[in-house]
């Protein structure tokens, strides 16, 4: 059955580096997604993909993040300048427009 | 803003009993609305949509209602089992570029 990868499956970086979370979607799906959630706290919407472009962002999506998808399979997402308070589970989901499919997830330290 | 609601933080229920979860949500219309499952340490898995002219919709154990008069979604587990154990998320939503979950209700069964 086809699944969303992501690596790495953790991530330590010290504040203030860059950091690259990749994904690879299920590849017939046209729809990406990055979401995050903090220990403890609610899954938060991050961006999604569209035909090649950000389809919606949130507010948490700021001028830190970027995301690309720089061949037909892998979608990325990275973090210009880690926070302590990026610390948290990276998501990466896929779909045809309709149930998402979520990867096992990236958890990212920051120290 | 737009608003999810699940309510009861955390649920016990009896083996065997059903578990019914709820799902409110305010200052918006969806066209459709989706449950899914959540494990600690893992991402959400999808279990059913619903669409806005659907009452209700089964899989198996599982029942989900969506009633846009009271924008109120309600997700059923009967006979359930300690493997239903998890966090359950709605996620009420128009556009397929911009889904939000709720904060997810924490169902245990015990044996």
């Known amino acids: 059955e086809p699944e969303v990868t992501q690596t790495p499956s953790h991530q330590v970086t010290q504040m203030g580096q860059e950091v690259i979370l990749r994904c690879v979607p299920i590849s017939n799906h046209l729809y990406f997604y990055w979401y995050r959630q903090i220990l403890g706290q609610k899954v938060e919407f991050l961006v999604s993909f569209y035909n090649n472009e950000i389809s919606e962002k949130s507010e948490i999506f700021d001028d830190q993040f970027s995301v690309e998808r720089p061949d037909g399979s892998n979608f990325t997402l990275k973090i210009r300048s880690t926070k302590l308070e990026d610390s948290a589970m990276y998501f990466c989901?896929?779909?045809?427009?309709?149930?998402?499919?979520f990867g096992a997830g990236t958890r990212l330290s920051v120290l | 803003s737009q608003k999810i609601e699940q309510n009861s933080e955390a649920l016990n229920i009896q083996e065997g009993k059903t578990a019914t979860l709820t799902c409110n949500y305010t200052?918006?219309?969806?066209?459709?609305l989706q449950w899914y499952r959540q494990d600690p340490g893992r991402g959400p898995v999808f279990l059913l949509l619903?669409?806005?002219?659907?009452k209700e919709k089964r899989k198996e154990r599982l029942k989900v209602t969506f009633d846009t008069t009271l924008k109120q979604s309600l997700f059923h587990i009967t006979a359930s089992q300690p493997a239903d154990s998890a966090t359950y998320l709605c996620?009420?939503?128009?556009?397929?570029?911009?889904?939000?979950f709720g904060s997810g209700t924490r169902l245990s069964i015990r044996p």
């Open positions: 200052n918006y219309s969806p066209a459709y």
């Open positions: 989901a896929s779909s045809e427009g309709g149930a998402q499919y």
């Open positions: 996620a009420p939503y128009s556009s397929a570029s911009k889904i939000i």
């Open positions: 619903i669409r806005e002219n659907e």
